[in-house]
């Protein structure tokens, strides 16, 4: 056999063990995005820490009880980052966007990747100035608004910074830092929700134990913070839950963990109704009995996808994802088959 082919033999070898029967392995502290009906999971944590990239089609009929088909990316050269964040942004919203240290090294100035969808290419973002000090943050800590704004809080190691909120304006790759009166307190653990007029509602964020009956909203427009005090019966305080806004302008937040080292670990569902404010608890029979932490949620057509964590707090973790399906206002129900929606639709996730 020649050098040459034996070059494309191994090539070719290679190419089929990284994009045929890919499994990703169980993790946490990973980032999700949606981008054209494609579910992207980047980085993780399991014994050690996963610089691995790929996605799930969502195009196309599929059911959790057979094997999910994964698309590995790590050809792509993705960056290796760890405690970063990940938004979409671009003209059209079609270009992923990570923010964080290198290797996971904490407080040093924020470096931006961003990954093309549409060529499948990875690119290092230079914008001029230095963005926010990155500290283990642990959770969704950007929210996309505007077209192309990215609202990003640097996290809670850093006590002078942990609330600072950074603007970045993914069509001129440019940070700005908001001075922003009445500021929230180190922010950590929490989950972002930009709502339909373009504020931005964050729910939990801190160490402590505290309620969910008061929220923090950010207005991006006036660049001011007020308190939402909510009604009805208040979750559980928590850490490390998921969370998404449907189409019916309701907030579905999912599992997390109980603030003293992961003691408990939540399966409920609560629905926050952003018309009223209200908490209700979702009545909802949960498979298995599943618990889960440290996983993300994502709104793909009518369903919300619950994707890996740790089901426990000694390191049983998910490989899979698990659905909601969330089409029926009044019965929410986990569903085993996704079938994608044929109509558009409102989506403000």
């Known amino acids: 056999m020649s050098y040459f082919n034996l070059y494309i033999f191994a090539f070719l070898l290679n190419f089929i063990f990284t994009f045929a029967g890919f499994t990703p392995l ?104 230095n963005g926010p000090v990155w500290i283990d943050g642990g959770a969704d800590l950007c929210a996309n608004f505007n077209n192309g704004s990215i609202a990003v809080i640097a996290g809670a190691g850093n006590v002078s910074q942990a609330s600072d909120i950074w603007i970045f304006d993914s069509l001129k790759s440019k940070w700005s830092l908001r001075n922003s009166p009445n500021k929230p307190e180190h922010l950590v653990f929490y989950r972002a929700i930009t709502l339909p007029d373009q504020t931005i509602l964050y729910i939990g964020g801190s160490y402590d134990a505290v309620s969910l009956n008061s929220l923090f909203l950010y207005d991006t427009a006036s ?92 390191g049983n973790l998910s490989s899979t994802i698990y659905m909601l399906d969330v089409s029926q206002r009044n019965s929410y129900k986990w569903v085993t088959e996704f079938i994608p929606r044929t109509t558009n639709t409102a989506n403000f996730n």
């Open 26 to 129: 169980g993790r946490t502290n990973h980032k999700s995005v949606l981008v054209d009906k494609k579910l992207y999971i980047y980085s993780g944590q399991n014994l050690k820490n996963l610089y691995d990239f790929f996605y799930l089609d969502f195009s196309q009929n599929f059911t959790t009880t057979a094997d999910l088909q994964w698309n590995n990316l790590n050809l792509t050269g993705s960056p290796r980052k760890m405690f970063e964040t990940a938004c979409i942004g671009g003209n059209n919203n079609d270009l992923i966007f990570i923010f964080g240290n290198e290797n996971g090294t904490d407080n040093e100035f924020t470096f931006t990747s961003k990954f093309d969808t549409r060529n499948q290419q990875w690119s290092f973002v230079t914008s001029g100035v």
């Open 223 to 314: 660049n001011t913070w007020k308190n939402l005090t909510t009604s009805g019966t208040t979750p559980p305080s928590r850490i490390c839950s998921s969370a998404v806004l449907t189409s019916d302008k309701r907030i579905i937040m999912f599992g997390g963990a109980s603030t003293d080292n992961f003691k408990n670990v939540f399966g409920d569902l609560w629905i926050l109704d952003i018309e009223t404010y209200q908490w209700s608890e979702g009545n909802i029979s949960n498979p298995n009995g599943i618990t889960l932490a440290l996983h993300t949620a994502t709104l793909v057509d009518d369903y919300m996808i619950i994707a890996f964590g740790t089901y426990d707090n000694i």
